[in-house]
């Protein structure tokens, strides 16, 4: 058995996560006490409590996430997950799978993508940009189609190769807006709006990106414990500066997930573990490698299942901890 942890990025987020992992869970409590103290508010009570109206704003949405992911995978490591052979996450979660690989330190984490979440959103006015998901269209279609829809001075790219079927566009809110009707025209099974707050992984984020480098130009990057696979070029990466220009990058660029799936695949992967909230990636993870077995860590129910699969799919490396 090969094994990968995957960590969700923003869109995972519910009240309510987290919440009994740390009501069961030593380890999963210390998280979430070490995020507070780093963040200077009640980070845990947003994440357990709600409202979702505020957790849902994206400067609190990223560290909210990346809190309850590594609070899953600090307790799977308590109750003796094998330790993976490869890390990756989407988006936000690439920065959980960096703390997963010893590369980040939680609290140099969750305090940089409050900031990158505030960046990303103050990046456009309100409005101005937008994102859509298309289904059932080739990537080659996509990109025609945002080409076509974009006149002068306009963005309209695609944001997030996330499976053979399923991609998101980014970009001008109008030109976002003409590219839907020009995608089902081209045989398109759906081109759905996404209500947003902003329009991510697009050209229009290069002032957000311009701002977070700086920060993470402040913080440390260690070498990586276990090889990731980076968003931005789909490719394994194993020292902390190869880890610090990737998430620079990774603002302004689209999420090559699909490819870093098939990567892991090919490689020979062939356990995917979502370890954080909710189980988007488990689904994109079997509609790009369908030979793949899926499972997640999100509660104590699902720890305990994803323990016993495991323990009878054979061991990874070994004893957990990164």
Not at 129 to 146: I, N, P, Q, S, Y
Not at 244 to 259: D, F, N, T
Request: hydrophobic share 45%.
């Amino acid at each position: 058995m090969s094994l990968a942890f995957i960590f969700p990025g923003q869109g995972s987020q519910a009240p309510g996560m987290g919440r009994e992992l740390v009501e069961q869970y030593a380890a999963a409590r210390a998280v979430f006490e070490e995020a507070d103290e780093a963040l200077g508010f009640r980070l845990s009570r947003l994440c357990f409590e709600g409202p979702a109206e505020e957790l849902q704003l994206t400067e609190n949405t990223q560290p909210a996430i990346l809190a309850t992911s590594i609070a899953a995978l600090r307790t799977a490591e308590a109750e003796g997950l094998p330790r993976p052979d490869f890390v990756a996450g989407h988006s936000l979660g690439e920065y959980s799978a960096l703390v997963a690989a010893g590369a980040l330190s939680l609290r140099d984490a969750v305090t940089v993508v409050r900031k990158r979440g505030r960046y990303m959103q103050e990046a456009v006015p309100v409005g101005a940009g937008a994102m859509a998901a298309v289904l059932g269209a080739d990537l080659e279609t996509v990109e025609a189609a945002c080409r076509e829809a974009a006149r002068e001075g306009e963005i309209c790219s695609p944001a997030n190769v996330n499976s053979p079927g399923q991609i998101v566009i980014a970009g001008s809110a109008a030109a976002v807006e003409r590219a839907v009707p020009i995608l089902k025209e081209r045989g398109a099974k759906r081109a759905i709006p996404l209500k947003v707050s902003a329009p991510f992984h697009c050209a229009l984020m290069l002032p957000a990106q311009e701002r977070l480098a700086a920060e993470l130009d402040s913080i440390e990057f260690k070498d990586l414990g276990v090889p990731l696979v980076t968003n931005v070029d789909a490719a394994v990466i194993s020292t902390g500066s190869e880890a610090r220009a990737s998430l620079v990058r990774q603002v302004s660029s689209p999420v090559r997930w699909r490819e870093s799936v098939e990567l892991l695949a090919r490689g020979g992967v062939d356990t995917f573990v979502e370890v954080g909230p909710g189980k988007v990636l488990t689904g994109l993870v079997r509609q790009t490698a369908p030979r793949a077995r899926g499972l997640n860590v999100e509660d104590a129910a699902s720890l305990e299942a994803t323990r016993a699969a495991l323990a009878e799919g054979g061991q990874g490396q070994g004893a957990a901890g990164a």
